[in-house]
C-alpha cells in the first residue's frame, strides 16, 4: 500500500469536526477520499455520497457509487457519531437506542460493508473514532461510552478475523477536541475537564486526524487491535 496518495479513502460525517479534519489530510496526502454524509458542506476535493450510517441500504448504495468512481475502499475511518446525554434513571430507551444504532451499529455496518473489498485486495486499514469516555466513563454517557466501548471489542474481532489478510482495525480514542460535540458542554463542565488533561488546552481536530493518518499508512502494518490515545493525557492508565 502506498504510505500517501492514491489511496481510496473513506471517512463518514466529514461535512464538519474531527471527520472533517481527517479527511482535509487524506487529500493533502493526495488520497481519493470519499465520504457518506447526512448534511452540510465538504472539503475540496472530497467525493461526498449522502447517506446514513444507521441504514445499510443507504451505505451498501454509497459504497458501491465510490467504489464506482475511486476503486475499492483501502481505507475506512467510521467517524460519524452522536450524543443523547442524560442522567440513566431519565434515559429513555430511545436516547439509548440512538446512540448505540450510529455511534456502534454504525461503525459496525461501515467495516462490515469495506470488509468485503479489503479482503479481495489483502489489504486495508479500519480506524474506528471512539472516545476516552470509552475507559474513563462519563456522567451522563451511559449510551456513548457504551457505544464507544463497543468499538474496541470491534476492532479487536476484526484483527483476530482478518489480521491475516493484511488488514489492520485500530481505534482512535480522542479526548477533549474543540467542536461542537464539546461546545455543546455546560462551562462547568468544559473547565472541570480542562483542569484534569496533563496538556493544559483542549484537543485540536488536527491532533485527532495526525494519528488517524498514521495508521492508516504503511508505517502502521504491525499494529492492530490497539486504541491510541488522544487526549492531551486525560485518561492515562486506562
Ligand atoms: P460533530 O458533532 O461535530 O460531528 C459528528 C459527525 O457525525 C457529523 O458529520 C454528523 O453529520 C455525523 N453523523 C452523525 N450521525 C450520523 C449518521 N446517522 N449518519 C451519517 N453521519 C452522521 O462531532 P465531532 O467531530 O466532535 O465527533 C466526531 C467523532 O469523534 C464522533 O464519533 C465523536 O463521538 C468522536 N469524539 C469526539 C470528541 C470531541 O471531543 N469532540 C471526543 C471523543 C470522541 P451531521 O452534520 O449531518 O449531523
Do not use: C, W
Not at 479487536?156 to 461542537?180: K, Q
Amino acid at each position: 500500500m502506498d504510505e500517501q496518495g492514491a489511496r481510496s479513502v473513506l471517512v463518514t460525517g466529514a461535512n464538519r469536526g474531527i471527520g472533517r479534519a481527517i479527511a482535509e489530510r487524506f487529500v493533502a496526502a493526495g488520497d481519493k477520499v470519499a465520504t457518506i454524509y447526512r448534511s452540510g458542506d465538504l472539503p475540496d476535493g472530497v467525493l461526498g455520497v449522502v447517506g446514513d450510517v444507521r441504514d445499510t441500504a443507504s451505505i451498501d448504495a454509497a459504497f458501491t457509487q465510490i467504489e464506482a468512481e475511486h476503486g475499492p475502499v483501502e481505507v475506512v475511518v467510521a467517524n460519524a457519531g452522536v450524543t443523547r446525554d442524560q442522567l440513566l434513571m431519565r434515559m429513555s430507551d430511545e436516547d439509548f437506542d440512538t446512540v448505540l444504532d450510529t455511534n456502534l451499529a454504525g461503525a459496525f455496518r461501515v467495516a462490515r460493508r469495506a470488509s468485503k473489498g479489503m479482503i479481495r485486495l489483502r489489504r486495508g486499514r479500519i480506524v474506528l473514532i471512539s472516545s476516552v469516555v470509552a475507559m474513563y466513563g462519563g456522567p451522563g454517557q451511559v449510551n456513548y461510552s457504551a457505544s464507544k466501548a463497543g468499538l474496541i471489542g470491534i476492532a479487536r474481532s476484526i484483527t483476530r478475523e482478518l489480521g491475516g489478510r493484511g488488514i489492520t482495525a485500530n481505534v482512535v480514542a480522542p479526548g477533549f477536541i474543540d467542536t461542537a460535540m464539546t461546545q455543546a458542554l455546560p462551562e462547568k463542565q468544559q473547565q472541570a475537564y480542562l483542569a484534569a488533561i496533563p496538556a493544559g488546552r483542549f484537543g485540536a481536530v488536527d491532533d485527532v486526524a495526525a494519528a488517524v493518518q498514521f495508521l492508516a499508512s504503511d508505517a502502521a502494518a504491525y499494529i492492530s487491535g490497539a486504541v491510541v490515545p488522544v487526549d492531551g493525557g486525560l485518561g492515562m492508565g486506562h
